[in-house]
């Protein structure tokens, strides 16, 4: 199918960017990223912006870099560019586990993680690893800059914290460096989008786990943090038994009678894949904990 006509417009800065947003205020306005969400729905009627804003090519948007004790990603990275950088791996690595399992080389080599986590769809993989990773999504609007951390950023199917006339500039995450990071999927057999996913950044100390951090996405409209999870695991050693019982308590602070329930998969049936992969994000956890320890 061909997608209704529109306006197209490309902008240079950000600042530009943010002007074409007011000046189209009125009218059905879509930001093109990667195109990957956008261009499907655009093609089937899902979607029909009157405006289209070209982001791609606005150079302050991309890259990779560590400032701070943060890792920094332009909003326009592509994922390939992204799992390019080794400062990915070293300081965000359940985001990157996260990266490494969206889509597959095509698509990694096109999307881009800010459009991945400003289209907000609860079945990407981004949305709970960037709960799980402590992300703060930083915007641009006509009033200036803002911080939004990604716990408060989604805000259900398709719905951010985002204004009308404002952009993901950039993604900050706090260096892990030091931790492991995994990423446990069941794909949708037909998308390979996540029917379950979950991201886990494990901290051990001594043989005890000193920080975890816990997120899912699929499961919810949203990605969500599963902090009884953390809770069970913090100052337990990070074994079979110990993985278990958290992985157990992966439902416990999440309104079951909220969660998805479509073709893929009852709500009933998420809730069980939920602890199974929770176990199997924390199990990779503990093999390469322990692989380090007999490395050193």
Known sequence: ?????????????????????????????????????????????????????????????????VED????????????????????????PAFAAAVEQVG?????????????????DPASDLPGAAVASDVTLVVQGPDGERSVPAEEFFFGMYAT????????????????????????KKPSPSSGYAMVGVAALIETDGGAVSSARVGASGVMDHGVRLEPVEEALVGEPLEAG?????????????????????????????????????????EDAMDRVSAAAAAD
């Open 1 to 65: 199918m061909y997608p209704d006509e529109f306006d197209y417009y490309e902008a240079e800065t950000v600042a530009e960017a943010v002007d074409l947003l007011e000046e189209h205020a009125m009218a059905e306005t879509e930001l093109l990223a990667g195109g990957h969400s956008l261009l499907p729905a655009m093609k089937t009627g899902l979607s029909s912006p009157d405006v289209l804003i070209d982001i791609g090519g606005i150079e302050a948007l991309h890259g990779v870099s």
């Open 69 to 92: 004790d943060t890792l920094v990603v332009g909003a326009m990275t592509r994922y390939s560019e992204f799992l390019d950088a080794e400062v990915a791996h070293e300081h965000a």
């Open 104 to 120: 597959d080389r095509q698509v990694r080599n096109r999307g881009t993680v800010g459009g991945n986590l400003a289209h907000a």
């Open 161 to 184: 914290d985002l204004l009308p006339s404002e952009l993901v500039t950039r993604v900050e995450i706090p260096s892990a460096a030091g931790a492991v990071g995994t990423y446990a």
């Open 242 to 282: 110990t993985i278990e019982a958290a992985a157990g308590r992966a439902t416990e602070d999440l309104d079951t009678a909220m969660m998805m329930d479509d073709l893929q998969a009852s709500a009933e049936f998420r809730a069980q894949l939920l602890e199974v992969y929770t176990e199997r994000a924390l």
